[in-house]
Structure formats: C-alpha cells, structure tokens
C-alpha cells in the first residue's frame, strides 16, 4: 500500500495509463486481425485497405510504446509480403 502523498498519485496514474494502453494495443491487434480475415478470405481489395489502416495503427503502438519498434514494423513487413503474394 503506497504510504505518501507521490506514491498515491503514481498509482492512480498508472491505473489510468494501464487502461489507455489496453485499448491501444486492442485497437492495433483488431487493425492486424482484419487485414489476415481479408487475405484469409482471398479478397484482396479488402486486404489492402485493411493493410492501409493498419500500417499507421502499428507504427502509432510502437511510438506510443504499447509495443516495441521492431515487433511493429516486423509485422507491417510480413502484412504487406501476405497482401502482395495475394492472387488478384
């Protein structure tokens, strides 16, 4: 239990921040997950759009630090090789 006054608020700031980052990495996880249901689905119109949302989504989580650099940009990379291996 935090006993002074800074300790406190460090704990009612990370509750808060906790919550933020969840719905971050929630919304760049559901940005991924369309772009795989559309290149699963063969349609790839949709697939690039989707990879269109996405890219940012990713690139915004790893600069808001819900995710590490690297790991977006590895998965924007593999995103895009699966969208453009796609038969039109």
Known sequence: MANTSSAKKATRVAGRRTLINKNRLSAVRTAVRKVE?????????????ALK????ALARGAQKGVMHKNAASRKISRLTKRVKGMKG
């Open 53 to 56: 949302a996405a890219a940012p």
């Open 37 to 49: 249901e559309a290149v699963t689905s063969g349609k790839k119109g949709d697939a690039e759009a």
